[in-house]
């Protein structure tokens, strides 16, 4: 009894859905990370609102970038040490599906409660208002770039040991065009100017992700996944 | 009319980092037959079964499903396989039935065996619902059995399947895969241990040799 | 495990022997070349070309900073090719030219980034400033830094191999847009730029030996990846018959007494 098999994109991402909640505890933590670390911002720099105005945006995102970064390591390490990712690269469906299936439910968990969380770190930033829409629309597509592309760097570090710093030192000039308009969105607006078009370019960067990351990682998993 | 064999393996080399690890390896394994993969730890019987998953890239050679180059009919034949490696691939934070459920349903084909069935037949009745860290290596192990009993793939690659498996869980094992190739499946398996089945192909990796116990 | 030094191998791999005894007789040529423009260039361009207007003498640096990001950059794109074509083919060779090319294109990308500080000092009053060029060949740095860093950190060869390839290809997309995007940024930030070199608007004087040092940085990069090339292949290859040869009659004493 033959089954029409699906594209096994929704059955990984119900699967991660269902670990990540039974390790909520876990998953909370990038955004603790974000919240905690950007009180070190008035600690390290100074509390007072016109100067922190002026760095919220870059601020926020940067954090943002960091507490993803902290996340996607584990993208893969948990398949990898129980067997399921060796499991996942004998499906007869193409492997990008299962992948992007993978990355989707990485960035549910993480990107977007940060980008939820975002409007509450502006304000103990003193964000000015004009840019808390634009905060969150480029927080929203920038970390689903960023899951994108860290997901290419966890697929080439999976079988390492201690991969981690490395995976950061791999991604971070990827990370870089995607903070370089994300916070060019959020300040052309508390300038004053149109803030669509860079983040038009940050949505131009969010299409190419997903239509090439999900390569990268299935090309980059065959190989380090197998050894 | 003669039909192709269900897997033919022809001259199939594999190197790897510059050095030969096995060259020009000949075998057919027609449905019905458990051919077991013999050799002493590091001569490369893992090697040969992540080969005939297509995991990795023989250097020379090829492996033919019905005929057919398996990098040409990758659907069919993924379809078709099974393979149970080293790690049972068993989720901790989940329970043994949403593994079960998960496994049986990244697979293309199943038979009626339900889930609960299954899992009461290699003995974790009472275990269905609570997480699997608080299970044991080996009823990690009888998950991926049940996994054996739900499953309708013709061709089974296991690699030390009787690993961590009580005596009991043993005889289910072999019982299980003496069904399954009295269906018409064949099984490649590694192991040491002696399997108490008729009409075993015991194959030497080193020497080449085969013969039947 | 067996070891195999047989031709059948070889044949399928491209070569690396075909590749070791052939540039073995260019390299002599190869060197010649190489010092001869460097030398005229070098020459040329620090003694005999006309002082700059504006910066004086200070400028000369560019002699050695623009065919140092040039090479940086165009090594990026060598080593990413040939990291495609070992995927793609399969040949080994390939792999090791660009296991080979990656130190020699972080070295140059230092230089560019050196020597641009060095210019900066005396042009700006500062040796490190954000514009886009530095910026850019900074993050180049950084993706050198990786696609070795990725590489070494393997133990198995093939899948230290195939992983950098994968990540330079990954990069080669991503540096137009990470070069565009600096660019963009840096504009945003500061309307009034000092072009570092503008090319079309030099004098035709101070242009030559330009073009003569970006031919001369050509060959030496050329040179250097041949050398760094043919030592990843002895390397490599050591337990093949030919290398062991070439060993003993190099060194003149049995080479397996020390294996």
């Not at chain 1, 004009?130 to 969150?136: D, F």
């Not at chain 2, 108490?196 to 020497?207: F, G, H, I, P, Q």
């Not at chain 3, 200070?58 to 990291?83: D, E, K, T």
Request: glycine share 8%; net charge positive; hydrophobic share 50%.
């Amino acid at each position: 009894m033959a089954r029409q098999m699906n594209s096994g994109f929704s059955a990984w991402l119900r699967r991660d859905l269902l670990l990540a909640y039974r390790r909520r505890g876990e998953v909370a933590s990038p955004v603790l990370f974000f919240v905690m670390v950007s009180t070190l911002i008035p600690l390290g720099l100074t509390p007072e609102s016109a100067r922190l105005a002026e760095v919220a945006a870059g601020m926020i995102w940067v954090i943002a970038l960091l507490a993803t970064l902290l996340s996607v390591d584990g993208l893969f390490a948990s398949d990898y040490q129980d067997g399921s990712l060796e499991q996942m690269l004998l499906t007869p469906q193409l492997l990008p599906l299962p992948v992007l299936g993978k990355i989707t439910a990485h960035w549910l968990t993480t990107g977007l409660p940060l980008t939820l969380v975002s409007p509450l770190l502006g304000l103990m930033l003193s964000l000015p208002g004009a840019g808390y829409i634009p905060l969150i629309c480029s927080l929203a597509l920038g970390t689903a770039c960023l899951s994108f592309l860290g997901a290419v760097g966890a697929a080439l570090t999976v079988s390492l040991r201690k991969g981690g710093l490395l995976l950061t030192l791999l991604v971070m000039p990827l990370y870089m065009p995607v903070v370089i308009f994300g916070t060019a969105t959020v300040n052309y607006a508390i300038d004053g100017f149109n803030w669509l078009p860079p983040l038009a370019i940050l949505g131009a960067l969010f299409a190419a992700a997903v239509a090439l990351c999900p390569l990268a990682v299935a090309g980059a998993l065959r190989v380090t996944a197998s050894n | 009319m003669s039909q192709s064999p269900l897997l033919s393996v022809e001259n199939l080399a594999f190197e790897r980092d510059d050095s030969c690890l096995f060259d020009a390896i000949d075998l057919t394994v027609n449905g019905g037959d458990i051919l077991q993969i013999e050799g002493a730890n590091g001569s490369g019987k893992t090697t040969l079964l992540r080969l005939l998953t297509g995991a990795l890239q023989p250097s020379a050679g090829s492996i033919n499903y019905l005929g057919c180059n398996i990098a040409d009919c990758r659907y069919d034949y993924f379809a078709n396989m099974l393979y149970i490696g080293h790690q049972p691939a068993v989720k901790l934070n989940l329970t043994a039935e949403e593994n079960l459920r998960w496994m049986v349903a990244n697979a293309a084909q199943s038979n009626q065996i339900s889930i609960s069935d299954a899992l009461t037949e290699v003995g974790l009745a009472g275990y269905s619902d609570i997480p699997c860290y608080t299970l044991s290596a080996g009823q990690h192990r009888r998950v991926a059995l049940a996994r054996l009993l739900i499953s309708e793939a013709r061709l089974w690659y296991l690699d030390e399947p009787f690993t961590a498996i009580d005596k009991q869980g043993v005889q289910l094992l072999q019982s299980c895969l003496q069904q399954h190739v009295s269906r018409g499946g064949l099984v490649v398996l590694s192991t040491h241990q002696d399997l108490a089945l008729n009409n075993v192909r015991k194959y030497n990796l080193l020497a080449r040799t085969e013969h039947i116990a | 495990m067996k070891v195999f030094s047989n031709w059948q191998w070889f044949h399928r791999l491209g070569s690396p022997r075909w590749f070791y005894q052939t540039t073995g007789r260019w390299l002599p040529w190869l060197s010649v070349a190489t010092l001869l423009v460097l030398i005229i260039g070098l020459v040329w361009g620090l003694a005999y070309a006309p002082a700059d207007a504006k910066q004086g003498n200070s400028f000369r640096i560019i002699y050695i900073h623009v065919p140092a990001s040039f090479l940086a950059l165009a090594g990026y794109y060598i080593m990413a090719i040939a990291g495609a074509v070992g995927l793609i083919w399969r040949m080994k060779l390939s792999f090791m030219v660009m296991k080979a090319a990656a130190p020699i294109g972080a070295v140059l990308t230092f230089i560019a980034l050196f020597t641009g500080a060095v210019w900066g000092k005396p042009t700006w009053g500062t040796y490190w400033v954000w514009d886009a060029r530095i910026t850019s060949m900074l993050i180049l740095l950084f993706l050198y830094a990786g696609v070795m860093a990725l590489q070494y950190a393997y133990h198995s060869v093939d899948a230290a191999s195939k992983a950098g390839a994968i990540l330079a290809l990954v990069g080669t997309v991503n540096i137009p847009i990470i070069y565009k995007s600096v660019d963009w940024w840096y504009t945003l930030h500061q309307p009034a730029t000092i072009k570092l070199t503008s090319a079309p608007s030099m004098h035709p004087d101070m242009f030559q030996p330009l073009l003569v040092m970006i031919l001369g940085f050509y060959l030496f990069y050329a040179l250097v990846l041949i050398l760094n090339t043919r030592s990843e292949i002895l390397r490599r290859e050591r337990k093949t018959g030919w290398v062991r040869e070439l060993a003993q009659s190099k060194s003149g004493f049995d080479a397996r007494a020390g294996d």
